[in-house]
């Protein structure tokens, strides 16, 4: 079964950090892009950084300069390293990838989300 699943949320002082992992598990053979999004109560979720399999990340403005994504790919991970984190950060943060996996026989690709991880951050 192919699935995503999120850790490392948390509650944080402001000025603090986080990593945040999504891994994919079951037969993946590429992750070929992954988003990170953020919700909070009674907003749209946000796009926070969106990542392909051979491109660079783009930032949402909100984020430059104090989030990095990076990837593991022999651990098919995708982490979301937040630093200088503020208040308005707090949010349930989504993982959101296309993953190319073998299933019965044959090749596929697919749109996964992750369970999404709370993340607070205190004034």
């Known amino acids: 079964q192919v699935q995503l699943v999120e850790s490392g949320g948390g509650l944080v002082r402001a000025g603090g950090s986080l990593r945040l992992a999504c891994a994919a598990s079951?037969?993946?053979?590429?992750?070929?892009?992954m988003n990170w999004y953020r919700q909070t109560p009674g907003k749209q979720r946000e796009l926070v950084v969106h990542?392909?399999?051979?491109?660079?990340?783009d930032y949402a403005d909100s984020v430059k300069g104090r989030f990095t994504i990076s990837r593991d790919n022999a651990k098919n991970t995708v982490y979301l390293q937040m630093n200088s984190l503020k208040p308005e950060d707090t949010a349930v943060y989504y993982c959101?990838?296309?993953?190319?996996?073998?299933?019965?026989?044959?090749?596929?690709?697919?749109?996964?989300w992750g369970q999404g991880t709370q993340v607070t951050v205190s004034s």
């Open positions: 959101n990838a296309n993953l190319a996996y073998f299933s019965g026989g044959g090749y596929y690709t697919g749109d996964y």
């Open positions: 079951g037969s993946i053979f590429r992750i070929n892009a």
């Open positions: 990542i392909t399999s051979g491109g660079n990340p």
